[in-house]
């Protein structure tokens, strides 16, 4: 399905008016929003969003999931990580809604896991970066991912924003713990567009990689 173009005008202070919040969650088929206060948003998304000429576009793509998510509340936090592309996108688009400033969690690259130390005949899975300059943990990502999803109490939605054809490895890994944690997620595509709400990663554009760790992750493990 083609993405579908939405122009969004804003105030002279940047945030959305309530008259395209409306259009477009009724385009959407969203209802109004009744939940406790403040909302509670958890968000991930791919970094290679807003990239390559597209950041119109992907920033379309993620104003729509956090009204779909929300409607026209302000009284909402977006818990969210600092990767470069869709966490950036959803940030910004949670400020120009005019949410409550958002709860970012940022990866510690630097600190050592359990995985990272060596053992037996195993080096451990700590890796040097491209510079040369010292080691990271590579899963990073993931345990702050976890500690976002894990946040007390739990969030009432989540949204997470995929690339079309990427591995989407931190997203997938993400939006698999918000599902399995219980929360209401909602997932978008870039190439089907701000549009179109989906329940997993897009069955037409993902790989079959993340479809299969989808159902894998989501369908088979018992919740942690």
């Given at each position: 399905?083609?993405?579908?173009?939405?122009?969004?005008?804003?105030?002279?202070?940047?945030?959305?008016?309530?008259?395209?919040?409306?259009?477009?969650?009724?385009?959407?088929?969203?209802?109004?929003?009744?939940?406790?206060?403040?909302?509670?948003?958890?968000?991930?998304?791919?970094r290679h969003?807003?990239?390559e000429g597209?950041?119109?576009?992907?920033?379309?793509?993620?104003?729509?999931?956090?009204?779909?998510?929300?409607?026209?509340?302000?009284?909402?936090?977006?818990?969210?990580?600092?990767?470069?592309?869709?966490?950036?996108?959803?940030?910004?688009?949670?400020?120009?809604?005019?949410?409550?400033?958002?709860?970012?969690?940022?990866?510690?690259?630097?600190?050592?896991?359990?995985?990272?130390?060596?053992?037996?005949?195993?080096?451990?899975?700590?890796?040097?970066?491209?510079?040369?300059?010292?080691?990271?943990?590579?899963?990073?990502?993931?345990?702050?991912?976890?500690?976002?999803?894990?946040?007390?109490?739990?969030?009432?939605?989540?949204?997470?924003?995929?690339?079309?054809?990427?591995?989407?490895?931190?997203?997938?890994?993400?939006?698999?713990?918000?599902?399995?944690?219980?929360?209401?997620?909602?997932?978008?595509?870039?190439?089907?567009?701000?549009?179109?709400?989906?329940?997993?990663?897009?069955?037409?554009?993902?790989?079959?990689?993340?479809?299969?760790?989808?159902?894998?992750?989501?369908?088979?493990?018992?919740?942690?």
């Amino acid at each position: 399905m083609p993405a579908e173009r939405v122009a969004f005008s804003t105030r002279p202070d940047g945030t959305v008016n309530t008259r395209t919040i409306g259009i477009l969650a009724e385009r959407l088929g969203s209802r109004e929003v009744v939940l406790d206060s403040p909302v509670l948003v958890t968000g991930t998304g791919s970094r290679h969003l807003g990239k390559e000429g597209h950041t119109s576009r992907d920033s379309a793509l993620a104003m729509a999931a956090l009204i779909h998510a929300a409607g026209a509340r302000k009284d909402v936090l977006l818990r969210i990580g600092d990767a470069d592309g869709g966490d950036r996108l959803l940030i910004a688009a949670s400020r120009r809604l005019g949410w409550l400033q958002p709860k970012i969690f940022r990866a510690d690259w630097g600190a050592w896991c359990s995985c990272c130390y060596p053992l037996g005949n195993s080096p451990g899975h700590r890796r040097t970066h491209k510079s040369g300059d010292g080691t990271y943990c590579p899963i990073a990502g993931m345990i702050r991912n976890s500690k976002i999803v894990g946040a007390s109490p739990l969030s009432h939605r989540g949204v997470a924003l995929f690339q079309a054809g990427q591995k989407n490895a931190g997203t997938l890994d993400c939006a698999t713990k918000m599902r399995r944690a219980g929360i209401h997620l909602t997932c978008w595509c870039d190439e089907c567009g701000p549009t179109v709400p989906l329940t997993g990663p897009c069955r037409e554009h993902s790989r079959p990689s993340v479809l299969e760790r989808w159902q894998e992750e989501t369908f088979a493990r018992p919740a942690a």
